[in-house]
């Protein structure tokens, strides 16, 4: 089970939107909506930003939203911030026997 | 408040073996699935193995299998990691994670997360 593709980075202006996008195979993303989104800073645990595709958990900010067309599904940042820099990855459900597969993880940059 | 604690990390020789362990509180820990997740120093992050709440179902990634053993005791509220094997290249601070499975179906939906420990493979 490969991972997931994802681009290693992306950058934006503060209050731009940046879109990271998540490619998966008929095995994963395809065929389950059991795409996630994890937000890491450096030497801290990964956050929970997105989940089922698009529901966010209660506190994280709504200008994190969420989406899946076919083999890819995508995590959108409106209104930049300063504090949005930060590693993204998604992970998603597998019918192989791994059950659960990440994504290569992207950095975003705030300008 | 939901709290997950890692602990058992540390230096170990290639081929050596090693236990980690993740102490929970807050939660009804017998309820639920539990997952272990691993990043390698600089690298992405990689899901390593999870275990239904009774113990009964397991599975585990590819590069795992056939030498680490997931397993918890829900007396203790604790859930494990037995290392067997090891090789350089499991290097990597390990996290556990509250998974979220229900209705017979897995999702990855991680909500809470330790600290992670590190495991350090080398000669």
């Known amino acids: 089970q490969s991972a997931l593709a994802q681009p290693p980075s992306v950058s934006g202006s503060l209050g731009q939107s940046v879109t990271i996008s998540c490619t998966g195979t008929?095995?994963?993303?395809?065929?389950?909506?059991?795409v996630s989104w994890y937000q890491q800073t450096p030497g801290t645990a990964p956050k929970l930003i997105i989940y089922?595709?698009?529901s966010r958990p209660s506190g994280v900010p709504d200008r994190f939203s969420g989406s899946k067309s076919g083999n890819t599904a995508s995590l959108t940042i409106s209104g930049l911030q300063a504090e949005d820099e930060a590693d993204y990855y998604c992970?998603?459900?597998?019918?192989?026997?791994?059950?659960?597969?990440f994504g290569t993880g992207t950095k975003v940059t705030v300008l | 408040e939901v709290q997950l604690v890692e602990s058992g990390g540390g230096l170990v020789q290639p081929g050596g073996s090693l236990r980690l362990s993740c102490a929970a509180s807050?939660?009804?820990?017998?309820?639920?699935?539990m997952t272990w997740v691993r990043q390698a120093p600089g690298k992405g992050l990689e899901w390593v193995a999870n275990?239904?709440?009774?113990?009964?179902?397991?599975f585990y990634v590819d590069s795992v299998r056939g030498r680490f053993t997931i397993s918890r005791d829900n007396a203790k509220n604790s859930l494990y990691l037995q290392m067997n094997t090891l090789r350089v290249e499991d290097t990597a601070v390990y996290y556990c994670?509250?998974?979220?499975?229900?209705?017979?179906?897995?999702?990855?939906?991680?909500?809470?997360w330790g600290q992670g420990t590190l495991v350090t493979v080398s000669s």
């Open positions: 275990i239904q709440q009774y113990g009964r179902d397991k």
């Open positions: 994670a509250r998974d979220d499975c229900r209705g017979g179906n897995c999702y990855p939906n991680f909500e809470y």
């Open positions: 807050g939660f009804t820990f017998s309820s639920y699935w």
């Open positions: 008929s095995s994963d993303v395809v065929s389950y909506n059991r």
């Open positions: 992970i998603s459900y597998t019918s192989s026997s791994t059950i659960y597969v």
């Open positions: 089922e595709v698009s």
